[in-house]
Nanobody, 121 residues
Framework: QVQLVESGGGLVEAGGSLRLACAASGRTFSSYAMGWFRQAPGKEREFVARITSGSSTYYADSVKGRFTISRDNAKNTVYLQMNRLKPEDTAVYYC???????????????WGQGTQVTVSS
């Protein structure tokens, strides 16, 4: 059974940084794409970033240039480094494991419990 556990959320001032981590277990981590998504109050869950098994990375336009996704296959962990945070980045952040080496979407089967990120102005 796949388990994903996020950590690293918190309260930060605008312009600050946070690093999220998601530890995975249950499947061969290195074989699957991983993604970060977020959901703000009253809004739908949205894509933030994804990384393929080959470590190609993709970002939402809203975070491009500020956020960096990475993975450590030896630790079965995916990270999201968030810099120059803005109040509009405030949301619960979720990691998800993809269906294959490349794809991970909001229809993913496996999700973490989420970690709250709050950016004060």
């Amino acid at each position: 059974q796949v388990q994903l556990v996020e950590s690293g959320g918190g309260l930060v001032e605008a312009g600050g940084s946070l690093r999220l981590a998601c530890a995975a277990s249950g499947r061969t981590f290195s074989s699957y794409a991983m993604g970060w998504f977020r959901q703000a109050p009253g809004k739908e869950r949205e894509f933030v970033a994804r990384i393929t098994s080959g470590s190609s990375t993709y970002y939402a336009d809203s975070v491009k240039g500020r956020f960096t996704i990475s993975r450590d296959n030896a630790k079965n962990t995916v990270y999201l480094q968030m810099n120059r945070l803005k109040p509009e980045d405030t949301a619960v952040y979720y990691c998800a494991q993809g269906v294959n080496q490349i794809v991970v979407t909001t229809a993913a089967s496996y999700w973490g419990q989420g970690t709250q990120v709050t950016v004060s102005s």
